[in-house]
């Protein structure tokens, strides 16, 4: 069971978008995908149609210990992967955690009463570096991290890393970066080509070969609540994430043999 964190503290950078994605890509190509919503936005919820207004249970009440994630979980129809919701009853977890036990741990203790009921689970972060974020470092074994190529993007990239690294040498040694995915890609602007060259000449192996291009199609999509591959399966969007799904499946079948 692969336990992959989507962060990255800078927002808009395609996170959510990955996700949904991702966990539709990764179900079409035969895998069992939970997609757990870490964000009070509850983006990722809606993109995967689920009413985030109308929900008995979200990941806010598994967080503070009221509900195991058995019981928030749902099926996106749409998408075909299960989903542990949020919506804006999460932003209060902060703060009602701050005197609590184990807090940096509640999302991997849940995920470990699963069982191994999923190859794939996906978590969407918010767009902080705050206790929900380092949930999921905890319970992650890998992170994702979407950029934008642009001026600006390698500048948070250092405190993510550092707060990897924190997260690895007191709550979760076997975190690695798994990669940085470059997303809302524009080919013909030139800045974010020599970003991308820069990414590379840093970060090597690191960068998925994958690029997600800047596609109109991902933008429509969650409108709908679907996943781009039910709403306009030939796009450019839907081409690459179905690209994203084959190069993170060859590469864990890498590390098992
Ligand atoms: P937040 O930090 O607020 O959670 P995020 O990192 O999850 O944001 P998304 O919500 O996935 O980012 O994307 C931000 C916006 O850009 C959304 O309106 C989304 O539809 C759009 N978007 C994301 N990826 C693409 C893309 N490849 N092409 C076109 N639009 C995109
Ligand atoms: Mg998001």
Redesign the pocket.
Known sequence: MKILAIT?Q???????????NLAASLVSLGKRVLLIDL?P?G??ST?SGVDKAHLKHSIYHVLIGEKSLKEVILNSEAGGFDIAPSNRELAGAEVELVNELARENRLKVAIANLGNAYDFILL????ALNLVTVNALTAANSVMI?MQCEYYALEGLSDLVNTIKKVRAHLNPVLEIEGLLR???DNRNMLANQVSTQLKSHFGDKVYKTV???????????SYGVPVLNYDKSSK?AV?YIELAQEIINKENLTKT
Do not use: M, S, W, Y
């Not at 800078?10 to 949904?20: D, F, I, M, N, Y």
């Not at 969407?124 to 767009?127: N, V």
């Not at 997600?212 to 969650?222: T, W």
């Open positions: 990255n800078k927002g808009g950078v395609g996170k959510t978008t990955t996700c949904v964000d936005q983006n990722a993109g969407d972060c918010p767009p979407p997303t809302l890609f997600i291009p800047r596609n109109i199609r991902l933008a429509e999509a969650p969007g690459a």
